[in-house]
């Protein structure tokens, strides 16, 4: 009898399971007849193979990476792939829902797809080369077929291994040895008013020995979309070589995002990484950065706010493979509502890694008693002679800050909203790009409840 019944839940399992990815196969299915090179179909296949062995992280049981992000939601939901060229917007609307200037270079992307019109490629500097993803492939770039799918490995993950499965457009930057370029390039990823699909964007960056560039990545939305953008990034730092990067996500609050960032260092890099993240229903963003060259470093920062039913999960991964390597982490989350943030992530001193300089942080702010954050920052060491340190913090803001404010004539609410975007501001302020600031300022501002701090 236990076989039987062991058998029929088996049968029920695959079922179920044949069912939820049905979509997924039949878009898979029609992906696979387009041309493409026989070393993308490859990779494509490996990743289809791997996705359907492991399909997408919903176990609850010993599923650290997973354990306080419940993604059965999206596992469970339809979502078709979307279509080519859906929902086409004009530049001022683009305007209103993404940080776009005149005169800034941007590559815009419409559920995953390059949009040439709304892109401005114009200005692009010297020393950059830019383009879709697709539009590289098919010219047989040699960056892209040496350097994609190389650092987001498909065992690792089933998000990664649908977005490597669909790899058919995204952006691809290639930054010339010793190039220095002091103008943002804009990457926008924009999902529009397509219920139930799903885009799977992916961002390649190699940056050459000795260079500096900056880009922005962003992920906006319409509202009342309930889609899934599901993307990863690979960024490659040579020798020598400087990054900032900064990622916003602004999608809808009834939006799915799963994102994902593979960064590789080499000797003497610098990579430097400031997150954003306001608008999204469930949200997770897992990055990982390998530092492996001597005297390299990494400085990642991040400001979550979720009001709402909102979920965040960062979850924050540093492993430090070489000696004389420096890492700084911070992360800081505002909390409303019933909302949910979730940090996790791992510092990694690998053996032999002496000398090594790490800390991370995170702090968050929570307003609401029905508010929830689960903080789990961790590190394994496995060198001598290093320099670790790491902290978590909860918490509303104390009495006598307040009474201070309120002794110097300030209102209780004018003082609440001075005391949160102050807690804000240690992220905002660290913004390099004078336009981008502004915007973030003006972004978080508005988005403080008209709260007051009781006690």
């Known amino acids: ?111 995953g797809r390059y949009s040439d019109g709304l892109s401005d490629v114009r200005s692009v500097a010297n020393g950059i080369s830019v383009s879709s993803l697709a539009d590289a492939i098919e010219s047989g770039n040699g960056a892209v077929s040496g350097h994609l799918g190389q650092y987001a490995d498909v065992e690792e993950d089933g998000f990664i291994a649908l977005n490597t499965a669909f790899i058919s457009d995204g952006a691809f930057i290639e930054v010339e040895e010793n190039a220095s370029v002091e103008s943002p390039l804009h990457l926008v990823f924009v999902s529009t008013d397509g219920a139930q699909t799903v885009s799977h964007p992916r961002v390649l960056v190699v940056a050459g020995r000795g260079s500096s560039a900056t880009i922005v ?78 005297n390299a470093s990494c400085d990642l920062k991040g400001l979550y706010f979720t009001s709402g039913r909102q979920h965040m999960d960062n979850y924050i991964n540093i492993n430090h493979e070489k000696p004389f390597c420096r890492s700084r982490l911070l992360y800081k989350g505002i909390l409303d509502g019933r909302s949910r943030a979730v940090f996790g992530g791992t510092v990694y001193v690998q053996p032999g ?14 307003l609401s008693p029905y508010a929830e954050v689960d903080s789990k920052p961790s590190l394994f060491i496995y060198a001598d002679d290093v320099k670790c340190g790491h ?58 409840p008209s709260y007051k701090f009781e006690f």
């Open 353 to 366: 890694a002496i000398k090594t300089d790490s800390h991370q942080e995170d702090k968050n702010l929570v």
């Open 217 to 294: 990545e962003s992920y906006v939305g319409v509202p009342g979309n309930r889609c899934l953008t599901n993307s990863v990034a690979e960024i490659v730092l040579e020798d020598d070589a400087t990054l900032d990067h900064y990622r916003l996500l602004m999608e809808s609050e009834d939006a799915f995002h799963v994102g994902v960032a593979r960064v590789h260092q080499g000797a003497n890099s610098k990579y430097n990484s400031k997150v954003f993240e306001r608008q999204v229903g469930l949200g997770r963003f897992d990055l990982y950065t390998s530092i492996d060259g001597e």
């Open 391 to 448: 902290g978590a913090t909860a918490g509303n803001i104390d009495l006598d800050t307040v009474f201070y404010m309120r002794s110097r004539g300030i209102d209780l609410e004018t003082a609440s909203r001075l005391l949160i975007y102050g807690f804000a501001s240690e992220i905002i302020d660290t913004v390099g790009d004078d336009y981008l600031r502004e915007y973030l300022e003006g972004l978080f501002l508005d988005s403080l």
């Open 1 to 111: 009898m236990r076989k039987a019944s062991a058998v029929g839940n088996l049968q029920a399992f695959m079922t179920q399971t044949l069912t939820r990815y049905e979509q997924y196969t039949s878009d898979f299915d029609s992906l696979e007849g387009a041309e493409q090179p026989e070393w993308l179909r490859d990779i494509r296949a490996a990743a289809w193979e791997r996705f359907l062995a492991v399909g997408l992280p919903t176990a609850r049981r010993g599923n650290e990476p997973y354990k306080y992000t419940n993604v059965a939601p999206i596992a469970g939901a339809e979502l078709a792939l979307a279509s080519d060229g859906d929902g086409e917007l004009s530049v001022d609307e683009l305007r209103q829902i993404a940080p776009v200037h005149d005169g800034g270079a941007r590559l815009v992307f419409i559920d």
